[in-house]
């Protein structure tokens, strides 16, 4: 069974400082993995995908199949990123698990 | 384009009575994909609709249910509701079945309390 795993819950940064989301995937295969975002009052929303190897809003995400993890990173925090973040995954049985989802809070 | 709409955003119950949900879907969309949010299980996958047809279920017992109607629109059921029932049940819908390319958007969920 595929598992998503993010383990920080909580993440406190300030503003201008980089940040990373850790999130580290259990799948023998080769999943399709994705962040979610969830600010305050507001819909679970795509932040991006890692087939995309986009940048959204200053975040990237690498996949590392050695290391099984894609990890979120934004190089200078800004207040607007305080959010809930999900990583998930998606195998061949087309479902997505989600990981746990850390909270992000940038400090001032 | 009007987003994902979920009915009703709030639901109390008691234990062993039985409750629909419905969700209407981005216009256009034909996937509609249904999951539970709870806080100690976190969000998990309860089932994918496409074309009226279940493609996809997770591990839930037989008490979850859900079709789809010809215009997409679905619902979901629980039956003998249980105390461990209540969470936010969020409804997704995309174009097509659920792959990498295909983007979910999510409603705003339906608050599930049973008492």
């Known amino acids: 069974a595929q598992r998503v795993t993010q383990p920080e819950k909580l993440l406190s940064v300030f503003k201008g400082a980089p940040v990373e989301l850790k999130c580290n995937y259990s799948y023998s295969g080769s999943p399709e993995l994705f962040w979610y975002v969830q600010y305050s009052r507001q819909r679970l929303q795509l932040l991006l995908r890692?087939?995309s190897r986009e940048s959204i809003k200053g975040f990237t995400a690498d996949l590392n199949k050695g290391e099984t993890s894609f990890h979120l990173k934004k190089p200078f925090a800004q207040e607007e990123d305080s959010a809930m973040y999900y990583c998930?995954?998606?195998?061949?049985?087309?479902?997505?698990?989600f990981g746990s989802g850390t909270q992000l809070t940038v400090l001032p | 384009k009007a987003g994902v709409t979920q009915t009703p955003r709030y639901l109390i119950k008691t234990r062993g009575q039985q409750v629909t949900l419905s969700c209407s879907p981005i216009?256009?969309?034909?996937?509609v994909s249904w999951y539970q949010q709870t806080p100690g299980q976190g969000l998990q996958f309860l089932f994918e609709?496409?074309?009226?047809?279940?493609?996809n279920k997770g591990n839930f017992p037989g008490r979850f249910s859900g079709r789809q109607f010809s215009n997409s629109r679905s619902e979901m059921n629980v039956s003998t509701l249980e105390l461990g029932d209540s969470a936010l049940y969020l409804c997704?819908?995309?174009?097509?079945?659920?792959?990498?390319?295909?983007?979910?958007?999510f409603g705003p969920g339906t608050r599930l309390t049973v008492l």
């Open positions: 609709y496409f074309s009226e047809t279940q493609r």
């Open positions: 890692h087939i």
């Open positions: 216009s256009g969309h034909r996937s």
């Open positions: 997704a819908s995309s174009l097509a079945p659920l792959a990498g390319s295909n983007e979910q958007f």
């Open positions: 998930a995954s998606q195998g061949s049985a087309r479902q997505l698990t």
